[in-house]
């Protein structure tokens, strides 16, 4: 599988955007995908994930009610709606993909395959 993120770019604190993952491949319904973060200096934490089926979420405390994740099977791609942006939620954005079935989402960089590139969010006070 390989990954395509998109959608950062620079914003003002309370703005909103949507981040696209693209995927490749004809398995891309049987990964669960999630979004990572990283910060300047700190280590590449998790945001948000979606099971296979995109039967369940998850969300880190910190983006809960602000971020929303979702996938579209047909076109291979997951997205991140993220409103009400906090300056503290400045990092590169990275989509990754694991072989996980049923409602498994795993928090730790290290169970994931295959990642994305990064997409850089920016949000300004």
């Known amino acids: 599988v390989q990954l395509q993120a998109s959608g950062g770019g620079l914003v003002q604190a309370g703005g909103s955007l949507r981040l696209s993952c693209a995927a490749s491949?004809?398995?891309?319904?049987?990964?669960?995908m999630t979004w990572f973060r990283q910060a300047p200096g700190k280590e590449r934490e998790f945001v948000a994930g979606?099971?296979?089926?995109?039967?369940?979420?998850y969300y880190a405390d910190s983006v809960k009610g602000r971020f929303t994740i979702s996938r579209d099977n047909a076109k291979n791609t997951v997205y991140l709606q993220m409103d009400s942006l906090k300056p503290e939620d400045t990092a590169v954005y990275y989509c990754?993909?694991?072989?996980?079935?049923?409602?498994?989402?795993?928090?730790?960089?290290?169970?994931?395959?295959?990642w994305g590139q990064g997409t850089q969010v920016t949000v300004s006070s």
């Open positions: 990754a993909a694991g072989a996980y079935s049923g409602g498994v989402i795993y928090t730790y960089p290290i169970r994931y395959t295959y």
């Open positions: 491949g004809r398995t891309f319904s049987r990964y669960a």
């Open positions: 979606i099971s296979w089926s995109g039967g369940s979420t």
